[in-house]
């Protein structure tokens, strides 16, 4: 189970801000990777990968995206919000199937 | 560039079937395992199942098991989603994803289905 925190977060433009998410189970992998991802969404847009193992930023993402954590403990941090990042943020592990998300956390930029 | 498109979506009575299809281009289709995701109206991200790059290995999330039947044909750069006895709640957008060992790099713009009599 992916357990989100806030699940709503408002946010001042300009102003840094913070998710986190945790697991009921460590996410590494015996491969000895952490299988944890951000996804960003948009209303009526698909989903968008932000980061992926814990920290790595996709590459079509902005640097002010960063990622950090642990086994079953992960944050993830804007530096600067800008208007085009309100939305709704979700975790998701991918180490072993079933992939599981968190609930989702509905940023709104003010 | 990497592009996955659905189809197939549409209203369907409860107890019909639907297939959903998901094409695939730019990239080397029969490298990688393709996963349905869906989105019920206004709630989170909902794991449906995956098939393995080869078709050998296959899996479901427990809300659709032994209903729906995911496949694909390496062929045609196509995964499909035979959905049969459907429920109302089984409405929902349904994306395709491109697995990336561990995460989805890639997803479908989605495809509606609805279930309504």
């Known amino acids: 189970v992916m357990t989100q925190s806030p699940l709503f977060l408002p946010v001042t433009l300009g102003r840094p801000a913070s998710i986190s998410c945790r697991s009921s189970?460590?996410?590494?992998?015996?491969?000895?990777?952490?299988?944890l991802n951000w996804y960003h969404q948009r209303p009526g847009h698909s989903p968008r990968r932000l980061i992926y193992?814990?920290?790595t930023r996709d590459f079509r993402v902005p640097d002010r995206f960063s990622g950090s954590g642990s086994g079953t403990d992960f944050t993830l941090k804007i530096n600067r919000v800008e208007a085009e990042d309100a939305g709704v943020y979700y975790c998701?592990?991918?180490?072993?199937?079933?992939?599981?998300f968190g609930q989702g956390t509905k940023v709104e930029v003010k | 560039q990497v592009h996955l498109v659905e189809s197939g979506g549409g209203v369907v009575q409860p107890g019909r079937s639907l297939r959903l299809s998901c094409v695939a281009s730019?990239?080397?289709?029969?490298?990688?395992?393709l996963h349905w995701v869906r989105q019920a109206p206004g709630k989170g991200l909902e794991w449906v199942a995956v098939i393995w790059h080869d078709g050998s290995k296959k899996d479901y999330g427990d809300s659709v098991k032994g209903r729906f039947t995911i496949s694909r044909d390496n062929s045609k750069n196509t995964v499909y989603l035979q959905m049969n006895s459907l429920r109302a709640e089984d409405t929902a957008v349904y994306y395709c994803?491109?697995?990336?060992?561990?995460?989805?790099?890639?997803w479908g713009q989605g495809t509606l289905v609805t279930v309504s009599s």
């Open positions: 730019g990239f080397n289709f029969g490298r990688y395992a």
């Open positions: 193992e814990v920290s």
């Open positions: 998701m592990q991918g180490v072993e199937w079933p992939w599981t």
């Open positions: 189970r460590s996410l590494v992998s015996s491969d000895g990777n952490t299988y």
């Open positions: 994803g491109r697995d990336d060992y561990g995460t989805f790099d890639y």
